[in-house]
């Protein structure tokens, strides 16, 4: 190869050697920077802070240990004995990785075995793991709806379903908060318009813990030939005796597409899918973020697997994060939890992140949530409880809030405008 097919080098001083010019970077840089410095100006801009969970409750940041009630390992499972020794024995015998996407070497034998317990779970006929709950939202929405379609989505649901919604050509309406009436009203006007029409909703809202209505919006599903779709990341093994929100709704509720992840209850990692099995069969020749993605490596499925043994086998265990949020809520005299997330809405978000220093002062860590992960003027403490939160750690909770917060306020986000 002569010198100059060789890739270009680049001294410590970052140009280019062999005499050849390289384009500065002044102009992105220089854009990144004033977009940070008007981040950093409103109190908006979002650091990694290094972390070592020591177990499901106890965090070290910064120096400092504290108690945490900001993270989603609803059952404490991600340090449980039992998933570490699966996933251990899933690396001794199967390596780490599954090699390429699962349609080409990836499909495992876990994979189709955790495919077969979820579905048991959900009493889906079929189901189908993704790499992540985000590609799973991402590829399954797209697949679904097109451009002669509908899309109706609750305007606080999840970004990673409003990211498959941005991917499908489908027309989207956006409805209010859990409010059925709302859905119906934009059914009666423009369903006859669309081919099919696809309902997404979470079935627990990550950031206020709050439940859809899934009986009413499975009724008008139902009325309109609609298909209902429930993100069920924070419901699985947490509500409905652990097998989620579609559960805890009725046994008479019908909810198609129950989606959901496998990094928060049950401890691991991955996303699925669960559905009848034409539906999965589909998802499995067309969603492009499953074709065109690695499989979930063999200890991640291992790990799932040995969670849902738990989740199935041990009832009073998946009741005790809802009983330990409604503990917290009676004492603080809050609305009742409807799931293990609780919000306390402050407002500005500078009040948030100076209430989640005043907790972390007293050895919780608390995070705040900024927009625009919520909406404007709605920056909260988001409270997350496990299994493993004893009592009395509640309680001192309660009181170091009632300290750094003062006049403890819930409010309802401000709605967004429905939108095509």
Known sequence: MAQSDWPISLNPKGTALHGVSLPTMGTLDSFASEKLAELERAHLRR????????????????????????????????????LKTAAIAAIERYGVGSGASRLVTGNHPL????????ARLKRTAAACVFGSGYLANAGIVPTLVGKEDMILIDELAHA???????????RTFRFRHNDSSHVEEILRKERARFRNVLLLTDGVFSM???????????????????WLMADDAHGLGVIGAGRGSAAAAGADVHVPLQMGTLSKAIGSYGGYLCASAPVIDLVKTRA??????????????AAAIAALDIIETDPALTAKP??????????????????????LVVG????????????????????PIRPPTVPAGTARLRFAFTAGHRDDDILRLANAVSRAVGDIRTEVPAPCPPSS
């Open 208 to 226: 206020d813990g709050d439940r859809a209505p899934l009986r009413a919006l499975a009724a008008l599903c139902a009325a309109h030939e609609c």
């Open 322 to 343: 809802l009983a330990k949020a409604r503990r917290f809520t009676a004492r603080l005299g809050l609305p009742e939890a409807e799931s293990p997330i609780v919000p």
């Open 288 to 301: 492009r973020t499953f074709v065109y993605s690695t499989g979930l490596p063999p200890a991640s499925a």
């Open 47 to 82: 650091r990694l802070a290094l972390s070592l969970r020591e177990d499901g409750l106890w965090i070290t940041r910064n120096g400092k240990r504290l108690l945490s009630f900001s993270c989603n390992d609803y059952l404490n499972l991600t340090h449980h004995p039992a």
């Open 111 to 118: 994979l189709a075995e955790l495919e077969a317990r979820l």
């Open 160 to 170: 990673c379903l409003y990211a498959g919604t941005q991917l499908s050509p489908a």
């Open 348 to 367: 500005s978000a500078e009040a948030a992140l100076d209430a989640a220093a005043k907790l972390a002062a007293e050895g919780f860590l608390v995070v």
